[in-house]
């Protein structure tokens, strides 16, 4: 049964005039645009230079200028479904998943690690206990360099900065008391990453858990450690084929863990702009990739659970270009 609008010819006309006015005519859009342009060149010609402060710079920390005011043609060429999109589609510049943090909250870690085992162990559960919700552990140089506490290179370095980790009973005594498979673990290490992981994966066997159930990241970077940190034990072609070889056991078998944190946060604070910091991290990033599909690897099983470290400096703008 057909129904009957409501609406008078009064009211109808009303609606009518609103949705002229919510869609602009072609001409008015146009007045609006000169009118912009004017005021911009207004600004412009009229900027007072002789205000601005006595030694100011006006450059971003990588050396780009910043100009005083930026309008809708600094964007003339931007196509937001081409260089915006989506969260959860390429180019990801909103978020990798549709849901982001509406869907699970961060990991809320603090990098934690100094002293002896039972030491860091105990400012875990504090940390836990406070609300932190997962692990993020520092070690002592000695251990980033491969080197034992009773090494004489490590005199005076020993449980500094992070958490002396020398054998397997030191890896059981750092998590006791914290469930592997319950929680997700950060292990900024490098050169010995595959060393800390095995001690980590048996200190989980010998406590029940699946590897399955394993969470978890380890930096694993060694590229940006000739670049940057300086922290490595081994060559670099020897290097890259231990990385291969944890990155293919991983992926068999620890399937929840990402099994390299490729950083570019370590360029960064070497002294490279943010645009070098992309480059070196992206070259470092290709070159993982090529090594494992060189070993035979199938991108799509490991790619997955390869990550990324990035800095982030005081120039918004410019950090969001250099990710964009």
């Known amino acids: 049964m057909a129904t009957r609008s409501t609406k008078t010819p009064a009211r109808r006309a009303t609606h009518a005039a609103r949705r002229t006015r919510r869609t602009p005519a072609p001409a008015a859009g146009a007045a609006a645009a000169r009118r912009a342009g004017e005021q911009v060149r207004r600004f412009q010609a009229g900027y007072p230079r002789d ?10 920390i990588s050396g780009n200028p910043i100009r005083p005011l930026y309008t809708a043609d600094d964007l003339a060429h931007w196509d937001p479904s081409r260089d915006l999109g989506v969260p959860g589609e390429y180019p990801f510049t909103r978020g990798v998943h549709p849901t982001m943090y509406r869907g699970r909250m961060f990991t809320m870690r603090q990098f934690a690690g100094f002293g002896r085992a039972h030491e860091t162990n105990r400012r875990f559960h504090y940390l836990l206990e406070h609300g932190q919700t997962g692990l993020s552990i520092a ?3 000695p251990t980033i360099m491969g080197y034992d506490s009773d090494h004489p290179k490590s005199h005076g370095e020993i449980g500094k900065c992070g958490v ?35 001690f980590y994966l048996a200190n989980a066997e010998k406590r029940g858990v699946p590897f399955a159930k394993l969470r ?26 231990i990385i291969v ?25 070497a002294g490279s702009t943010a645009a070098q910091e ?19 690897l199938d991108v799509d099983d ?16 410019e950090e969001i270009r250099s990710r964009g």
Request: one cysteine or more; aromatic letters at 14%; charged letters at 20%.
């Open 51 to 60: 205000r601005e402060r006595q030694g100011l710079y006006p450059y971003t």
């Open 139 to 141: 070690f002592d140089n």
């Open 164 to 198: 002396a980790v020398d054998s397997l009973r030191d890896m059981e005594v750092l998590l006791d008391g914290i469930d592997p498979g319950g929680i997700s673990t950060s292990m900024t290490i490098n050169g010995p990453a595959s060393i800390l992981f095995g």
């Open 216 to 241: 978890g990241t380890l930096q694993n970077d060694i590229l940006k450690e000739y670049i940057a940190q300086k922290c490595w034990c081994f060559p670099p072609r020897p290097s890259l084929r």
């Open 245 to 269: 070889d944890l990155i293919e056991f991983a992926t068999r078998h620890v399937p929840q863990w990402n099994t390299i944190s490729i950083s570019g946060y370590h360029i960064r604070e």
């Open 278 to 296: 992309l480059a070196f991290t992206l070259a470092d990033g290709f070159t993982y990739v090529e090594e494992c599909l060189a070993r035979g």
């Open 302 to 317: 490991f790619a997955p659970r390869l990550s990324f470290f990035w800095n982030s400096h005081l120039d918004f703008f």
